[in-house]
């Protein structure tokens, strides 16, 4: 690889590590010190990246969090190459979206992937728009042989593409789209209601205030749009569900939590009426 050009991977996850802790920007140096490398976790809620990496998207211990991301620090203030949530968008300067050839072959070969383990179909989540006529297009040549619900960005273009279900088929159905109330919990991004237990300096991030949330479900209300909403700490929950019964949305709507993986002991009767 000439030096300066992009090395780009997700998939990783620290939990089955030897030292179980998260990678660093010096883990990375110390086998790549010329090449920007960016590798995301495997959740796509966090990513490590190498300190060529920071330096080429102009990250530097005095560059502010944005809102709900978190560039994560050490002891004396300094990047430490991980970077959470919302801050993550502070690389996309560095690499350039693959074409719509290249989307074709990864949506091909992971429908293949996941047939060879015997699946039928995928609820596949944020979907970007662009890829909807290449699903479709595959499906026309025998190519994608999973049955899709998808569920798109909540982009302007998401949104109408969902309203109007453009680009389905027998076996596709783009009725959906997906928000995020915050993030994971490995990446110490998901929001709780109390700091973290090993991290008492956070308690998660909020990715949507709970007046854009409202306003995204009463235009997708309107438009007669199916919502999945990501929440998995106890307090991203329970925003979610102040703002399902402030909206009164009937169960019939279908409308879903995305993992409601952690929830206060008080909210678990909250979800039996949407159920
Ligand atoms: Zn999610």
């Not at 660093?24 to 300190?51: E, Q, T």
């Not at 944005?66 to 430490?80: N, Y």
């Not at 959470?84 to 996309?92: E, H, V």
């Not at 979610?240 to 009767?269: F, M, S, V």
């Amino acid at each position: 690889m000439e030096p300066g050009v992009l090395l780009y991977g997700r998939g990783w996850i620290e939990t089955g590590w030897p030292e179980g802790r998260m990678p660093s920007a010096a883990d990375l140096d110390a086998v790549s010190p010329d090449n920007p490398v960016i590798l995301s976790r495997a959740d796509g809620h966090a990513m490590v990246v190498n300190s060529a990496a920071l330096a080429a998207a102009g990250i530097t211990d005095e560059t502010e969090n944005p809102d709900g991301g978190a560039i994560e620090r050490d002891a004396d203030g300094h990047a430490t190459g991980m970077l959470i949530d919302n801050a993550q968008g502070l690389l996309s300067s560095l690499w350039t979206e693959p074409d719509a050839a290249a989307k074709a072959l990864a949506l091909e070969t992971g429908a293949k992937v996941y047939v060879s383990r015997g699946w039928t179909g995928v609820h596949n989540m944020s979907v970007g728009p662009d890829e909807a006529p290449i699903m479709l297009e595959l499906a026309g040549e025998g190519k994608m042989p999973l049955r899709l619900w998808n569920a798109f960005d909540a982009t302007e273009e998401g949104m109408a593409l969902a309203a109007a279900q453009d680009y389905e088929a027998p076996t596709i159905t783009n009725h959906a789209i997906k928000l995020y109330m915050d993030g994971a919990l490995g990446s110490r991004g998901a929001q709780l209601i109390k700091p973290y237990s090993d991290r008492p300096d956070t308690s998660g991030l909020s990715l949507i205030t709970n007046e854009d949330l409202a306003d995204f479900m009463k235009r997708a209300d309107e438009a007669g749009i199916q919502v999945a909403v990501h929440a998995i700490g106890d307090l991203a929950n329970q925003r979610l569900l102040d703002i399902y019964e402030a909206g009164g949305y009937p169960p019939e709507k279908r409308w879903r939590i995305e993992h409601t993986q952690i929830l206060a002991p008080t909210d678990i009767a909250r979800v039996g009426p949407w159920d």
